[in-house]
């Protein structure tokens, strides 16, 4: 398998990070709730949280960021936006498709990831297999390539 390594897989998390920024202003905006009144440093901005739609644009955009990556690396695509465009999939060590559950292993994994100084992101660039911590902990691998010519099944993008 051609693993993918540190700077590659970062390009996609930034094209991710675009897409979910994006969408999040559009819900924010739907709402009427500021995305900087929680950075502000203005006592008369008011608060993130003191009304419903706070609460709900937080609550929206929190459960569809994790559903974005967890339901775009368990699919038939193997990846997210950010990975297809780069041509990423992700899979199990074997190859093949990951689960639902294993995706959203992951997702949590990368906490761990980046609660200890970015470690685990960065191990990408230096493991045999290219894998961060949160790769490791679920078994899972980023690799190049086109549908059918990276080690997995050949129905992937089908």
């Excluded at 590659?8 to 675009?18: E, K, N």
């Excluded at 502000?40 to 929206?60: H, R, W």
Aim: include cysteine; glycine fraction near 10%.
């Amino acid at each position: 398998m051609n693993y993918s390594g540190f700077w590659i897989r970062f390009a996609a998390y930034l094209i991710d990070y675009i897409i979910i920024m994006v969408a999040q202003l559009i819900i924010y905006g739907v709402l009427g709730v500021s995305l900087f009144s929680a950075a502000s440093l203005d006592p008369e901005a008011g608060g993130m949280f003191e009304d419903a739609a706070s609460i709900i644009a937080v609550t929206v955009t929190s459960i569809g960021s994790i559903l974005y990556y967890v339901v775009m690396e368990s699919s038939a695509k193997q990846g997210t936006l950010g990975k297809m465009a780069l041509g990423l999939v992700v899979a199990d060590e074997n190859g093949n498709r990951i689960s639902f559950l294993r995706a959203l292993g992951r997702y949590f994994a990368k906490i761990l990831s980046a609660l200890i100084l970015m470690i685990g992101y960065i191990m990408a660039g230096f493991t045999e297999k290219k894998q961060g911590l949160h790769d490791i902990i679920c078994s899972t691998v980023v690799v190049k390539g086109n549908p059918g010519q990276v080690g997995v099944d050949a129905n992937v993008f089908s």
